[in-house]
Every structure is written in C-alpha cells, then in structure tokens.
C-alpha cells in the first residue's frame, strides 16, 4: 500500500516569485513513479512532472521542478517565475511499477498574487 | 480533439436511478481507470482494467460496475444511486510509463 501527503492545504506566492510544494510519501515498492498533477478551476488534471524513482536526476519541465529525496521519500515541486496562470490544486501522487493504483495527496491550493 | 473524453459532463439523478457513465480514448492505451473525487480532496481509485477481459476493483468499489466494451471504451455505471455518490469522476488511460492521462471529469449530483 501507498500513502501521499501533502501538509500544505495552502499555498500564496507573488507573481514572478518562486514556490516550494511540499509531498512526502510511503510506499514498500523498490520500482516506482512519481508525479505531480494541476487541477485549475476547470476541474481538469494536467500533469505538470513526472519522475522515476530509479533515477537520481531531479526531473525539469521548463518553469516546474523538483527536489527527489528518495531516503526521506520525499517529492517537492518547485515553481520559478510563478505566473497567474499557475493558480490551481496541485496534487501529488504516486504509483508502483506495476501500475495498479495512482496514489494521490490531499491537495495544495496555490494562489498567485499579482 | 480530447485524447479521452467524458459524457456527460454534468448529471443530476435521483435517489435509486441507475446512471452510465461513459468514457472514450483515442491514444491507443490498454490500461484504463474511473476514479472518484471529493470535494477538496485527491483522487480515489474505483476500477481499472488491463484489458477488455481484464476489470479489477479498486478501492472504493462497492455501489460501482464497470463494462469495457472495446480497448477504447470504459463505462462506469452506478446501479442504484445514493447521495452519498455525488462527486467528480474521471476517467483515465495509462501509457507504457506509468503516466495517467485524465479525461475532463463528470460532475455528478444525486438528489
């Protein structure tokens, strides 16, 4: 079994700053993924990054980040030069190489402020 | 056009109807999932299946049937709905490297 947690209900960064989102995980698996999805008013999920836990290289997506501590099992996202567009949930969420189940946190709302 | 989409995208129902949702992909993937969100919380796995002979419970799967009729096609059909059903649906597909690509969602509302 998987958990995901994420300890930030809320989030606020200014316009063009930087944020860090929080998700620390537990899972028995030695094989597995993790990713982070967007979910803006229009309910839709967007997947912002993924990331391989057999890779120690820190996955990028142009603005979006994140910082992989697979002994602390932790999987934070950073956003740079946040932008208004940014504002939505962000969930992290994970699952095993087996893919039976995708795993998700509770949920950030990140606001941005112009 | 959407790769997986979701109809209806809405729904009111009444206590005890049944109700079909339906859900399409054109990205080819054999792996398909219904999940369940409430408000302010993540996703929680309903169904999946592997394959058209291949249908697995998740972990909220009591009150819940799935049907797929094709590689492309996964329906999810509540046989007697509660209020305690409303919330948001979605359908998924998965690619050869674990990633999940999600349809718009289905609101639905029990009365």
């Known amino acids: 079994a998987q958990t995901v947690t994420q300890s930030q209900p809320e989030m606020s960064v200014q316009e063009a700053e930087t944020v860090t989102l929080s998700c620390t995980y537990d899972?028995?698996?030695?094989?597995?993924?993790l990713f982070w999805y967007k979910q803006p008013p229009s309910r839709q999920m967007i997947l912002v990054i993924r990331?391989?836990?057999?890779?120690?290289q820190n996955a990028t997506e142009n603005r979006f980040s994140v910082n992989f501590q697979k002994a602390a099992k932790s999987f934070s996202l950073k956003i740079s030069d946040s932008q208004l567009g940014d504002a939505a949930m962000y969930f992290c969420?994970?699952?095993?190489?087996?893919?039976?189940?995708?795993?998700f946190g509770g949920g950030t709302r990140l606001m941005v402020k112009p | 056009d959407a790769d997986v989409t979701q109809t209806p995208r809405n729904r009111i129902t009444k206590t005890g109807k049944r109700i079909m949702l339906e859900c399409s992909q054109t990205?080819?993937?054999?792996?398909m999932y219904w999940y369940r969100q409430d408000p302010g919380l993540g996703l929680r796995l309903i169904y999946y299946?592997?394959?058209?002979?291949?249908?697995n419970k998740g972990e909220i799967s009591d009150g819940y049937s799935v049907s797929r009729q094709a590689q492309a096609k996964f329906s999810l059909s509540l046989e007697s709905a509660i209020p305690n059903q409303t919330a948001l649906y979605f359908c998924?597909?998965?690619?050869?490297?674990?990633?999940?690509?999600f349809g718009p969602g289905t609101r639905l509302l029990v009365l």
């Open positions: 990331q391989e836990a057999y890779k120690q």
């Open positions: 990205k080819g993937h054999d792996r």
């Open positions: 998924a597909t998965r690619d050869r490297k674990e990633t999940q690509y």
């Open positions: 299946s592997f394959d058209v002979k291949d249908i």
């Open positions: 899972t028995s698996e030695s094989d597995y993924y």
């Open positions: 969420a994970c699952i095993n190489n087996a893919g039976n189940m995708l795993t």
